[in-house]
């Protein structure tokens, strides 16, 4: 069965920390990999990753991909309390269908 | 530009009542489209999918049905409502599987529907 696992499912750190989240898969017929923040209702997209060791980067937010150890993490550098949110990894399988396989998320609390 | 609609936004119904979430999708066609549940502490599930109008697939049985009508709608139905139906409901779409592959992968949301079942 197709999974992805997220952890930690839920962390508290300080204003300036840096946090490293991770998201493991095993899906067949993989095709990329998603990464969404979700503050109060809709996931918003951050990053999509579809080839390995190929970092992507905005602001503070950095994710890389890893299909050999099938992993993906995201990395937040100093950061703020609206980072605060539980930040969601999917995987896209192939198909004709191409659905979402999403983890359970995890919850970045960031204290002032 | 894309945008997508889902309401109504909060929901309170009482068990055994009927259901109906309605979700338009604006500014493309033939989009593919999700209906997930969310439940606290469980991620998203993904309940149902359409690949274009009257086609539904249901990835897991359960108390609901789906239906889509026309090509840019989805709605979410119930006949009978459970406690155990209680969540975050949310909509989605992304383009289909035609043309350049790689631009269409992103799933975009909706903003929701928190469903509590009394």
């Known amino acids: 069965e197709d999974k992805v696992v997220q952890s930690p499912l839920s962390l508290v750190v300080h204003e300036g920390d840096t946090v490293t989240l991770n998201c493991s898969y095993e899906v067949t017929n993989f095709r990329s990999l998603l990464w969404y923040k979700q503050e109060k209702k809709a996931p918003t997209f951050l990053f999509m990753l579809t080839s390995s060791g190929i970092e992507k980067k905005s602001g503070r937010l950095s994710s890389i991909l890893d299909k050999k150890e099938l992993f993906s993490i995201l990395n937040i550098t100093a950061t703020q309390t609206g980072d605060s949110a539980v930040y969601l990894c999917?995987?896209?399988?192939?198909?004709?269908?191409?659905?979402?396989?999403f983890g359970k998320g995890t919850k970045l609390s960031v204290k002032p | 530009s894309q945008t997508i609609h889902q309401w109504p936004a909060t929901l309170v119904q009482p068990v055994g009542s009927p259901l109906s979430l309605e979700c338009t999708v604006e500014?493309?066609?033939?989009?593919?489209l999700y209906w997930y549940r969310q439940a606290a502490g469980r991620g998203l599930q993904l309940l149902f999918y359409?690949?274009?109008?009257?086609?539904i697939s249901s990835e897991v049985p359960q108390n609901l049905s789906a239906s889509r009508p026309q090509d840019r709608q989805f709605i979410l139905s119930s006949k009978k409502l459970l406690l155990s139906d209680s969540g975050f409901y949310l909509c989605?779409?992304?383009?289909?599987?035609?043309?350049?592959?790689?631009?269409?992968?992103?799933?975009?949301f909706g903003s929701g529907t928190q469903l509590s079942v009394l």
């Open positions: 989605a779409w992304r383009g289909g599987d035609r043309g350049r592959i790689r631009r269409n992968e992103k799933l975009f």
């Open positions: 500014g493309t066609s033939n989009p593919n």
């Open positions: 359409s690949v274009g109008i009257g086609q």
């Open positions: 999917a995987v896209l399988r192939g198909g004709s269908q191409g659905n979402l396989i």
